[in-house]
């Protein structure tokens, strides 16, 4: 089943914008991860923030966790064209499901204007 | 090697017959995944091993698909009797252990039925 779900689905900004992509899942964690995938590409992974915390950074990427909210999002500041992307969350240590308590959202597919 | 290794590329094949899919996980890691993706889509988990425990066959969609692991090292996900609907990209993953946090992903196999 899939316990993420990323919303949008779809985003087109200008380049040097910021850009905001938002994951909600339904049972308890033990971390949330996202992913970027190229076109054509396996993904990569991004960061990684544990349940206990609230925000990551990591150069550009801020990651912010909300455990009451069972809700994640994911902020790419200064937008690039090779940002373009599709974004995927994972949460780690559900339930509810195989691949031992890993689940992919659908992810949102990011489009960078140059 | 360096990376989580998957072969064929791309494999194009004629409806009914059968395929293997390799993959070849970073060595030392003990967790592989198989997902499935369509085009456009999110990833569809299909199988999990974890070290000498018995499989998590839970997400293989019939019983054409098959998947084992070799000596904790190399695995073959095998597709038997083809079907269009099969065609998608067949994405493996691997780490460290169980629920262990980041997974590193093979470029996919890309596979095209007739």
């Known amino acids: 089943s899939q316990q993420g779900e990323e919303d949008p689905q779809a985003l087109s900004i200008q380049e040097g914008e910021n850009a905001t992509m938002n994951c909600s899942y339904k049972?308890?964690?033990?971390?949330l991860q996202w992913y970027r995938q190229n076109s054509g590409r396996g993904l990569v992974h991004l960061i990684l923030?544990?349940?206990?915390?609230r925000e990551k950074h990591s150069g550009r990427l801020r990651v912010t966790l909300d455990t009451s909210k069972k809700s994640s999002s994911l902020l790419i500041t200064a937008s690039r064209a090779a940002d373009t992307a599709s974004y995927f969350c994972?949460?780690?240590?559900?339930?509810?499901?195989?691949?031992?308590?890993?689940?992919f959202g659908k992810g949102t597919h990011l489009i960078i204007q140059p | 090697g360096a990376g989580v290794s998957q072969s064929p590329s791309n494999k194009v094949t004629e409806k009914g017959k059968d395929v293997e899919l390799r993959c070849d996980p970073i060595?030392?890691?003990?967790?592989l995944y198989w997902y499935r993706q369509s085009l456009g889509q999110g990833l569809e988990f299909l199988i999990y091993?974890?070290?000498?425990?018995?499989?998590?066959k839970s997400g293989l969609p019939s019983d054409r698909f098959s998947a084992e692991r070799t000596g904790g090292s190399v695995s073959t996900l095998t597709i038997q009797r083809t079907q269009q609907e099969d065609s998608a990209v067949y994405l493996c993953?691997?780490?460290?252990?169980?629920?262990?946090?980041?997974?590193?992903f093979g470029e996919g196999s890309r596979l095209t039925v007739l």
């Open positions: 993953a691997s780490r460290v252990g169980r629920r262990t946090g980041e997974l590193f």
């Open positions: 049972t308890s964690i033990n971390n």
């Open positions: 923030i544990r349940s206990n915390e």
């Open positions: 994972a949460t780690d240590g559900g339930s509810g499901g195989g691949a031992d308590g890993l689940t």
């Open positions: 060595s030392g890691h003990t967790a």
């Open positions: 091993f974890q070290g000498n425990s018995a499989p998590d």
